[in-house]
C-alpha cells in the first residue's frame, strides 16, 4: 500500500471506530436502562452537530491558549499512539522504538488532561486534574512494565518485530497479566469506565466540567479515539498482529482490534469508579510486582526457547 | 540531498523552538506556563536526538520530561508565589549577572561547538556503537557499579524510612497488631 495513503486512512479507521464505540456505548446504556433502541438514540451526528454550533461558555479569567492546547490534544496524541501500529505491512513511522513512542504519547496526556483541568480556571476542573496525575503515578509504572514483556519476548522495540515475534504464539498466551494490565492501563489513559474519577459526576464532570462548544467536542471524541488507540495497539502487541486463517491481514487487525475495542466498551459502565487516592495503593503494591513477575515469567521463557 | 535540506531545516526550526521556550520559561508570569513552556522545549530537544538517529534517546528524552514537568508544575504552583499568574511576577533573581552568565555560557559552547576544528572520523564506526561506548566507559569496573547501584537504592530507601514522619509503629500500633492499619487515607488493598 502506499505510505501516503497510510496516514489518511488510518485517520478515518481511528473516526469510524470512535462513532463505533460511542454507538456501541449508547445502545448498550439503552438496554441497561430497559429502553428500545431507536436510530436516533443512537447516533452521534445530533450531539456533534449541537456541540459544533453551541456557543462557548467562558470562565471568568482561564487561560485559553494552555485550556485549548490540552483540549485538542488529547486527539494529537491518539492519531500519534496510531502512528506507530502497522497495518497490513506498512507502517506510517518506521520507528526502531515503536513502544517507547507510544509511552511517550500517554505521557503526553498526563500535560494536556492537566492542562485541560488548569486551563478553565475552575476549582471542580482543577481538581479532576490533580485526580488525572493521581492516578497516572499509579498506572505509569505498571503500563510501562506491561509494554516491556512484549518487547523481552521479541528483543525489540519495534512494533513490527514484536508481530513477527508472534508468528508461533501470541504474546497473549504467556503475558495474560500484561495484557490484561495493558487494557487497564488504556482505560486509565482515557478517563475510561473505573479511571473516569478526573472527570467524575462527583466533579460535575471534572476536567470536562467548563468546555463547552466545539472543545467539548474534541475532549469526548479525544476519549473515544484514545480508546480506540490503546485497542489497535493491543493487536500488534499480543494478539499477533494481522495473523490469521483464510483473511487478509488488516481484516484480520481490524477484527481483533474492534474486538478488544468492544471488550472496552462492555466494561465501562461495568465497574464502579476507583477512587485516585485508593488506587493509588493498589498500583503500587498490587499491580507493580505482578507486572515485575510477568516481566521476569517472560525473560525465564525467551531463556528456556533460546536456540 | 533533498534529505540533508529537510534535516537541515528541522533542527533550525527544533533548535529556534528549543532555546525561545526555554527564554519563555522567564518571561511569562504563569508557573503553568512556565513550566510547559519548558516542557515544551525539552520535547523539541528531544525531537532534534531523533534528527541524530538517537531514536531510543530522543523518545525517552520526552517521555521523562513530559512526566517530570507535569509533576513539577503541581509543586511549582503549591509553593511558588503568584501561582495564578494573576499578578505580573519575574522569575529572575539578580537580573543582570544571572542573564550575562546565562547568555555567556551558551555563546561559548555553541562557539566552541562551531570553532573547534573536530578531527576527521578514522575508521569506520564498530557494529555496535552502544555495546561499544558502554565497555569504553565501564569495561572492568561493571560489576563495581552495579554494586554501587544497589548501595545506592538502598540508601534512597532507608533516606525515605528515616524521613518519614509515620513509621509502622504508628499505623500497626506499638504490637503491630492494630488491623485495619491506622492511616489517615485508606489504602485500596485493604493492608
Redesign the interface.
Known sequence: MSELLLAPLALLLLAGLALVSVVADRALLARAAGRRLSPAELSPWPDVARLLVQRRRTTTAPDALLWRTGGAGLLVAAALMLAVVPIGDSVIADLPVGIVWFNAMDVLLWAFVWLVGWGAASATALVGGYRYLAQALAYELPLMFALTAPAVAAASLDVREVVAAQADRWHVVEMPIAFAVFLLCVAAFSLWGPFRAPAGSDLAGGVFAESSGVDRLLLLAGRHALVVAGAAFAVPLFLGGGAGPLLPDWTWQLLKTLAVLLLLVVLRRRLPVLRPERFAEVGWVLIVPLTLLQVLVTSLIVLAEAP | MTSDVVTTTLFVLLALVAVGFGFLVFRVD?M??AT?AL?VSFVAVGGILLLLDL??LG??V??MM??E???M??FMIAYMMNP???MPMSMYHDKSRAMSVAVGTFVVLAGGALLVDWPERQGSPPADVTEQVGLGIMGSHMLVMMGIGAVILTTIVSALVLASARSRYDRLGDDLKARPARDP?????G?
Not at chain 2, 487515607?185 to 488493598?189: A, D, L, M
Open positions: 504563569s503553568a506556563r510547559f516542557a531514536d531510543y523518545v525517552v520526552v517521555v513530559v512526566m514537568m507535569a509533576i508544575a503541581v495564578a499568574g494573576l487515607i485508606r489504602g485500596g488493598v493492608r
